[in-house]
T-cell receptor
Framework: AQSVTQLGSHVSVSEGALVLLRCNYSSSVPPYLFWYVQYPNQGLQLLLKYTSAATLVKGINGFEAEFKKSETSFHLTKPSAHMSDAAEYFCAVRAAGNKLTFGGGTRVLVKP | ETGVTQSPTHLIKTRGQQVTLRCSSQSGHNTVSWYQQALGQGPQFIFQYYREEENGRGNFPPRFSGLQFPNYSSELNVNALELDDSALYLC??????????????FGSGTRLTVV
């Protein structure tokens, strides 16, 4: 079985500050891990994915995530928040089979 | 390269009715998955189709069914609608070769409201 836990359903950051979104997973097999962003009334856009190559993954819009097997974590960071980063972010895992299992999401609010 | 297109974008149905949602896969993709996203929650896997056959199913009752067509487009059918079926339904297409899946592209979803 696989599962994803995102710590914090809401995160508030100031423009220009670090964005850190936490994701922990459980999986009985080596996982593929993903971060998606969802803007209001839209579908999911892939930010980045980990597929067992480099543990530090760089994505779009300045985001990156680090896979830490010992901590079963895949936290998402961005050094400097922009107003356009306000959205909901989902961490997902794909292990056995082809389905994605998503976390509950973290809504990011960016304050000017 | 075209993305994933879903129709309709919004739909209102009455409890007990049936609904069909449609999805056109991204060009070159051969696998389609459907997800249900209730308000304030993460998407939940409904099922996946590969080569026109169901290839995995989540914890959803049989009144949720689907089809995949030779051109890899897909339909999600829900019978006997319940109020709790109100959600955003997302379609994702991907290219799968054997055990390797090359990533998922999501559509913008269909917002279903059951009254």
């Amino acid at each position: 079985a696989q599962s994803v836990t995102q710590l914090g359903s809401h995160v508030s950051v100031s423009e220009g500050a670090l964005v850190l979104l936490r994701c922990n997973y459980s999986s009985s097999v080596p996982p593929y891990l993903f971060w998606y962003v969802q803007y209001p009334n839209q579908g999911l856009q892939l930010l980045l994915k980990y597929t067992s190559a480099a543990t530090l993954v760089k994505g779009i819009n300045g985001f990156e995530a680090e896979f830490k097997k010992s901590e079963t974590s895949f936290h998402l960071t961005k050094p400097s928040a922009h107003m356009s980063d306000a959205a909901e972010y989902f961490c997902a895992v794909r292990a056995a089979g082809n389905k994605l299992t998503f976390g509950g999401g973290t809504r990011v609010l960016v304050k000017p | 390269e075209t993305g994933v297109t879903q129709s309709p974008t919004h739909l209102i149905k009455t409890r007990g009715q049936q609904v069909t949602l449609r999805c056109s896969s991204q060009s070159g993709h051969n696998t389609v998955s459907w997800y249900q996203q209730a308000l304030g929650q993460g998407p939940q896997f409904i099922f996946q189709y590969y080569r026109e056959e169901e290839n995995g199913r989540g914890n959803f009752p049989p009144r949720f069914s689907g089809l995949q067509f030779p051109n890899y487009s897909s339909e999600l059918n829900v019978n006997a609608l319940e109020l709790d079926d109100s959600a955003l339904y997302l379609c994702a297409s991907s290219l799968a070769r054997g055990e390797t899946n090359y990533g998922y592209t999501f559509g913008s979803g269909t917002r279903l409201t059951v009254v």
